[in-house]
């Protein structure tokens, strides 16, 4: 999982909580680093996985609704860090295959 995923994360977690919230979840979620993910770095999927479920518990919110605002987060994240051209590729792949 590239470590803009993992960074949306925290994005949401702090902005919706605070950065002790977040390091909590880290810290139950058994992820042992300083500071930010890297956003190109590739991680084990699993170190997702972790976040997702440490965050169930700690924040007693439904694994589904954090997936929802994590969306909602990611599209942000993307707009405001200039990923926003990931967000186009179903149109693009739209257009080619409207052509063919």
């Known amino acids: 999982m590239y470590g803009f995923v993992n960074y949306a994360l925290e994005l949401l977690v702090v902005r919706t909580f605070d950065s002790e919230t977040w390091e909590a979840i880290k810290k139950d979620a058994a992820v ?17 996985y972790n976040i997702i479920a440490a965050a169930v518990k700690r924040l007693n919110i439904p ?10 987060m990611f599209f942000e994240f993307c707009q405001e860090s ?19």
């Not at 042992?32 to 997702?48: A, C, H, K, P, S």
């Not at 990923?83 to 179903?90: F, G, T």
């Open 32 to 48: 042992n680093m300083e500071g930010q993910f890297l956003v190109r770095q590739i991680y084990d999927d699993e170190i997702t």
């Open 82 to 100: 200039g990923y926003d051209k990931i967000l186009e590729v179903p149109e693009l792949l739209h257009g080619i295959f409207y052509k063919i």
């Open 63 to 72: 694994a589904n609704d954090i997936l929802e605002s994590f969306g909602v």
